[in-house]
Structures are given as structure tokens and as C-alpha cells.
């Protein structure tokens, strides 16, 4: 019985040295993490990050603490020189995910239109130079492949990437190499007829593609159509959150197994997802469809993207970020920081007074001949501020027409309402023009029909109309 009891009390002394030492071995644990965070704290994260393999050494949440030094650094460069901001502080996080997850010196990551693309450019090299950036020989507002082999495609005009993306993707497979395309396009720049026949040919040739849809409900202006339409329903589901927090901190405390268990907690999920997602638009036309997911949580986004780089099928992920994101001004009013001239970082407002141009002209006009005349219509390609059409848009709703970016289809639309008696007004930029050469002879001059094409920043432009010069 003796025997018995000593053997009980040596176990219970065992058990209190095991439990002592869990204890040390925790709060070993939280200490080394403390004095990680402490060091860290008050550093800009900006300043240790160099290069993609820089960022892909961080943890997620120094990549947060990244991503804010990163807007903080763009709104200063481009509350100076001028830019497309709204888009950019909307994928600092997406960027940050992507190429974390993808290796830019392999794989090739398109960006649509490319006005979002200064944060890749912040960490493919060119930190320092995005102080000039759109300056006489500073860098371009838009990836060059000239500047660097992360850029692998030129883009300015919208909706090309996906178009880009799978002929990248047939001359890879033709060559037998082994790497990723991904076309990084905004609901916008879905709305172009081009990104629309893209996916119908990935689609059913089932090319290996990523597509990434970055969701902002926004184009310049609020995002309009049946496409926007498609997306809201998409967007109402539920999130596809795989980092569920609170269930994620308490596994995270538990050490050597915990991070097997969230592994496999993520893996069950995400098969789960699969089955209960019925077949929608983009699963009809034979891609995956993976989504909605928050496009500022970088750790959601990198496992979404680990596991798209796996499949080898066309693959849609849907994102969703804020224009403007961390930035309020630029939050309240994405459409007028989409591009702005520079501003005063504290209130917003533009450092120089804007002369009245071109296009407020052009509107005013309209809107006075519109009053006596109820044959006359409007038709934008997603640029009614742009091209003057806001005050048009206000007064005459039933006669003014936004497309989306779809100027070949603003041109033949024309042609029809011209054909049956209306007078059409098509406001576009000359560079956007040219997407339209076509419709232009074909459906409007060769039939002799009465459209009035206004061809805006044609020319030799001016600082101040950088539209036409700045993809030269
Ligand atoms: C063919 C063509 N038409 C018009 C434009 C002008 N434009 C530049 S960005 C943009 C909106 C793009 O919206 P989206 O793709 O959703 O990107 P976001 O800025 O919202 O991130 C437009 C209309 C263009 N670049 N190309």
C-alpha cells in the first residue's frame, strides 16, 4: 500500500514539474513575442522593405504595420506630384497578399488600366523614384516594362489584362514552363466588352489563368450594369472568412499542435464552401469561382491565393477593397480622388484652384442646347465627370447614358439612337477614341448618321490634361 501511495505522490510531482514547465515554456513564449512587438514598435516597416523577398520574410501582422506605412507614404508623394490614389490606398493589402504569395520575378501579375499599380512599384525597386512619379523623367503612373521586369505588360487603357494574360498563358503551356498568370482587373474595367470576351475564351479552353476581381463597387464614378448588377448579388453572400479570430487565438496559444489545427480547420472549411456555393455566372462560363473575400486581410487572401496557384484551371477570385481605404477624404469621395492634382493632406482640398476647362464648357453648352431641344442625349464611357456630363446627368436622367467603359458599344448605340431621329453627344477622351475607330466608320460615317463626336484632350496636351500624353 506504501509502494502504492509513494508511486501516486511521485506522479502528482511529476505532473506539477510538467505543468511548471508548460507554464515557463508559454510565457517564454509571450515574452519572445513581446520583445518582438516592442522592438518593432515606433520602426517604419517601409523602411526595411526593399524587395519582394523582404515582404515575404515579414509576419502578417508586420505586414499590416506595413501596409499603413505605405499609405501614409503614398498620400504624401501624391498630395504633391498628383495621382491616381483612390485606386492604390484600395489594394495596399491585395498587393501586399499577392506578391507574398507569387513570385514576381516568375510569375506574371497584370494590373488593368495599371493606375493602381504604385504599390508593386514601391516594392519592385522604385521606393525613392515614386517621388517623381509623372515628372519630367521620373517614373510612369502606369507598369512600363521598360522600368522593370516585375511590369510584365504595358497597360493604360482598361480591360486588356485578361486578354493579355491568356495569351501570356498559351505561349507558356506551347513552351512547357511552369508559372502563374494572373490578371488583377477592377469591376470597372469588367464592365469593357474586351475583359468580357477574355473570360469566355479562358473559359472554355480552361486555361490555367487567375483572374483577380477587385471589387470596389466603384469605377470612376459609381460602377453601373448588369455586370454591377451580377456583383452586388455576389457580394451580399457571405464573406469568405477562413481566419476566424477569436477561435484562431485561442488554437494559436496552444503550441506544436495548434497550427496543425487551424491548418486543417481552414482545409475542412474552404471543402465545405465548395459544396454549398451554387453554380453562378463565372462557374457557368468554366471558372472556378472563389469568394467574395475581404481584400484588407492579408492572411485571407494569401490562403485564398495558395490555393488558387494549386489548381490548374481558370480561376476567379473576388475581392472585395474600399477606394480610398484609410485615407477619409479619399473614402467620402473616391470618384474625386480617383485622379487628383495635388491637395492638402489635412482637409482634402486641391492646392490650386482649377481653371475653368475644356470639358465644364463643353457641358454647360450642352445642358442649354438640351433645353429646347429634347431630341439631344448624352452618352459617356464611365467618364461623366471627365468629359462634363455631371450637371447633364442631373437634369436630364431620362436622356443621358452612362455604358460603362465600353466606348465601342457608346459609338454603335449611338449610331442607333441617331438612326431613329435622336442627336447623340459622345463626350470621350482622344486616347479612349481610338477603342472605337471601328464603330466610328463602320456603324456612324459610312451610314451618314448624325452623331456628334466630341473628341476631348486631343492633341499636344498640357500638363494639366495628362490623358493623352501620359501612356506615351
Ligand atoms: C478604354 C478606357 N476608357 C476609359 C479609361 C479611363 N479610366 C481609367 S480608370 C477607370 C475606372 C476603372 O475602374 P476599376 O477598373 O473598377 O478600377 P478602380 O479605379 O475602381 O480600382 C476609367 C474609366 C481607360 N483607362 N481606358
Redesign the pocket.
Known sequence: MQVFIKKILNIIKIKRILDKSLAIYINLLYYIHNIKKYNNKGDNMLEKVNSTEDLKKLTIKEKEELAEDIRKYIIEVISKNGG?I??NL??VELTLALESVFDVNKDKIIW??G??SYVHKILNGRKEQLKNIRKLGGIAGFPKTKESKTDCFNT????TSVSAAMGMAKARDIKKEKHSLIAV??????T?GMALEALNHIGCTKTNVIVVL?D?E???SK?IGGINMLLTKLRARKMYTISNKSGKKILDKIPVIGPFLIKAIRRIKQGIKQLIIPKMFFEDIGFKYLGPIDGHNIEDMELIFNRAKELNEPVLIHVLTK?GKGYEPAEKEPDRF?ATSGFDIETGNPTKKKDKDYSKVFGEKLNELAKNNNKIVAIT???KDGTGLTEFAKNYPERFFDVG?A?QHALTFAAGLAKEGMIPFVPIYSS?YQ?AYDQVIHDICIQNLPVVMCVDRAGCVGADRRNTSRYI
Open positions: 491616381h483612390a485606386s484600395g489594394v488593368d488600366v493606375h493602381q493604360g487603357h482598361s480591360s482587373i477592377g469591376d470597372g474595367a469588367l469593357g477587385n470596389n466603384m469605377s470612376i460602377n477606394k480617383h464611357a464611365a467618364m467603359i466606348e479612349f477603342r
